[in-house]
């Protein structure tokens, strides 16, 4: 069965870095996009970086833009989420999702499989 398990969260300090990882497995990895997803308390699960499924190209939502970058090892089974100038609006639970399609997509909707979560927390 398919499964994401992702890990890197933790306790930062503002202007800090973390690195995110989501290991894939049940499925093969290189044929479909992924991304990245986060959810702060009280509010809606939001898009925010993908990678399609060569690693090539990859889109980045506005507001972490130039800060977060997305990217993935196919021969590992794993992507990244690599957050560097982090900021308090950046504390969330962040998820990694398998998109349905092996092309970028930044829609929700688009994307069937999600892992369980990793705690981001960034203090002033």
């Known amino acids: 069965q398919v499964q994401l398990v992702e890990s890197g969260g933790g306790l930062v300090q503002a202007g800090g870095s973390l690195r995110l990882s989501c290991v894939a497995s049940g499925y093969v990895f290189r044929n479909y996009a992924m991304g990245w997803f986060r959810q702060a308390p009280g509010k809606e699960r939001e898009f925010v970086a993908g990678?399609?499924?060569?690693?090539?190209?990859?889109t980045i939502t506005d507001s972490v833009k130039g800060r977060f970058t997305i990217s993935r090892d196919n021969a590992k089974n794993t992507v990244y989420l690599q957050m560097n100038s982090l900021k308090p609006e950046d504390t969330a639970v962040y998820y990694c999702?398998?998109?349905?399609?092996?092309?970028?997509?930044?829609?929700?909707?688009?994307?069937?499989?999600w892992g369980q979560g990793t705690q981001v927390t960034v203090s002033l």
């Open positions: 999702a398998r998109s349905r399609h092996f092309t970028l997509r930044a829609e929700r909707t688009d994307y069937d499989y």
């Open positions: 990678v399609n499924w060569f690693g090539d190209n990859t």
